[in-house]
């Protein structure tokens, strides 16, 4: 039988276009899981009890932590575009499913719950696509550029659900999710391609081994990750409430706490370069480890000595906490290889996903009994835990 060894991908204008489809279907995806948390003010004015909308708001959410694992396992056998192209269609049908059961709180949170199981599809998908097609030394910037996904899908859907469900009701806010994830469910099947890769006859048995068996090096990166974003999560969450009680207008706050993610999204873009250009990803991510851990207990300081220009430190410490995103997935896929990538992946949205979840009650219980400054320095412990837990050294398979 004739073999062939997959080519080394180089970053042309193909390689390029994978990663713009890649953070299009991953933005749609972000956009249907967090349009119901922002039905929350809409579904409640109309006679919903508050933990009933929150429960709903939670559906996708949990969806994603059923299915991330199995989308990345159809993923390594099915290749990235019938994974991203097909998830999207199917998310499109749970969306819509939801507009039909808009006037029914069950069925509604049923098809939210499907909307998180499909829309997993295109986390696991999208990254690996990127690692496929780009070469290790542009890897770290290509996968800080598809980190921006999320803040891109979160932006539009703040924009246009509370408005739309405001003014027309919740059905007519969902319209552009259904129509977006549709377009480019057409898109990604036409304009997608599976990266090269080796075939499985020919690959080495040490690729096609499972990686998980050959090392701690994925389990230590899932374990760093969990921590880290556990600070992530805790300004994204609790941000508004602490700009609030410091005086800042709502509004204002909102907008405040908007545009450091946009920040945090280019912080992510300049990391990753930072790791291309160094030629290591988990050196970049011990730095950014303690620098997460250094930034959480200045705000405990600005908390507790009511400092001015609080805004600016909260803009820093997003910058910094969202950082290391890009530098761990990109690690994990490089570490698992071409037949593994997908399901490890999967394994590191999880475990962040796990933990992301826990964050609203548990720091709300502790913001609660308390308060901002102490809460603050608790989590600032975790990130110092995270740094003995990451690698001396880099794992490729490349």
Known sequence: MTTTTAPRPTANR??????????????????????????????HAHGMPLPAAGLLAAAPT??????????????????ERAVIAGGLVLTTLAVAAAWAAAGDTVLLGLAFLAAGMTSASTNAASGRVVVGWFPKERRGLAMGIRQMSQPLGVTLAAVTVPQLAETAGVRASLVLPVVLCAVLALLCAVGIA?????????????QVANPYRSGGFLWRIHAVSVLLVVPQFTLSTYGLVWLVGLGWPTGAAGLLVGGAQFVGAIGRILVGAWSDRVASRVGPLRIVALSAAVVMGVLALVDATHLAAGAVFLVVATSVTVADNGLAYTSVAEAAGPFWSGR?????NTGQFIAASAVGPGVGALVAGLGFAASFSIVAVLPLLALPLVPRSDRSHD
């Open 14 to 43: 193909r390689a390029w276009t994978m990663l713009a489809l890649g953070v299009a279907a991953q933005a749609a995806g972000t956009l249907v899981v967090s349009a119901p948390a922002l039905l929350i003010p809409s579904l």
């Open 62 to 79: 949990f969806g994603m932590v059923l299915t991330l694992i199995a989308w990345g396992a159809i993923t390594d056998r099915f290749g």
């Open 194 to 206: 599976n990266p090269p890769r080796p075939s499985r006859e020919t690959a080495a048995a040490e």
């Open 344 to 348: 490890a992946l999967g394994a590191q």
